[in-house]
């Protein structure tokens, strides 16, 4: 069985167990608690480097970086496909994936704003003012993306889960964390709430992990 390393509320994790769900993989869920820094133990260095989660462990491979990862599951099982068929569609659902995973998650993940709380000093209230401007910018652009998008079904892309969604849902879950208004972006909301009624994604939630707190 695979082994998935990862934390309840990482984006990254989030996006990875959607995926995996979607195809129907089992994995062996090991939680590294990024609250206590875990990812910066030699131990789990060790098995990564940088430090960062997700990584998935198989019997021959151990992968990082979640964006490999992904296509690494979409070349490996290929069914349900998470890519659609012809190029110009793999290409939009690719860079719709990219304006969250390269230009709005990775400004706001918990490394960032643990420099500006611990060495920059800013105060929570300004950190909160960053990671608003920098999800509701990237938000704005994906919301006119995909209302120009005639053709587009309940998701991301056409009538079937993709990649973006994948990327879409966790970043959601963050921008309500971070009280984002999200009335500008009625497609992104609705697309969330339909992928709220599917059990791959329901079950990739961070609240239903094992290593969610206990409230």
């Given at each position: 069985m695979m082994k998935l390393y990862g934390y309840f509320r990482s984006g990254t994790s989030h996006r990875t167990r959607i995926a995996m769900n979607l195809k129907q993989l089992d994995y062996?869920?090991?939680?590294?608690?990024?609250?206590?820094?875990?990812?910066?133990?030699?131990?789990?260095?060790?098995?990564?480097?940088?430090?960062?989660?997700?990584?998935?462990?198989?019997?021959?491979?151990?992968?990082?970086?979640?964006?490999?990862?992904?296509?690494?599951?979409?070349?490996?099982?290929?069914?349900?496909?998470?890519?659609?068929?012809?190029?110009?569609?793999?290409?939009?659902?690719?860079?719709?994936?990219?304006?969250?995973?390269?230009?709005?998650?990775?400004?706001?993940?918990?490394?960032?704003?643990?420099?500006?709380?611990?060495?920059?000093?800013?105060?929570?209230?300004?950190?909160?003012?960053w990671c608003q401007r920098w999800i509701s910018d990237g938000f704005a652009a994906l919301e006119f993306l995909l209302d120009e998008d005639k053709h587009r079904g309940d998701f991301c892309y056409g009538n079937q889960p993709t990649l973006a969604d994948c990327y879409l849902i966790p970043q959601v879950y963050s921008a309500r964390r971070f009280k984002v208004d999200l009335s500008p972006y009625p497609n992104i909301v609705a697309i969330d709430k339909h992928c709220?009624?599917?059990?791959?994604?329901?079950?990739?939630?961070?609240?239903?992990?094992?290593?969610?707190?206990?409230?």
């Open positions: 062996e869920s090991i939680s590294i608690n990024l609250a206590q820094d875990e990812q910066l133990q030699s131990t789990f260095k060790a098995i990564n480097p940088q430090g960062l989660v997700p990584v998935l462990e198989t019997k021959d491979l151990v992968m990082f970086q979640s964006p490999a990862i992904l296509e690494w599951l979409e070349e490996t099982y290929p069914q349900p496909p998470l890519l659609p068929n012809d190029r110009a569609g793999r290409v939009r659902v690719r860079a719709l994936s990219a304006m969250i995973g390269c230009d709005i998650h990775p400004i706001n993940n918990r490394r960032i704003l643990q420099y500006l709380r611990n060495e920059l000093n800013v105060d929570e209230s300004q950190v909160m003012t709220q009624t599917l059990p791959a994604f329901i079950e990739a939630a961070p609240e239903n992990q094992p290593d969610t707190p206990t409230p």
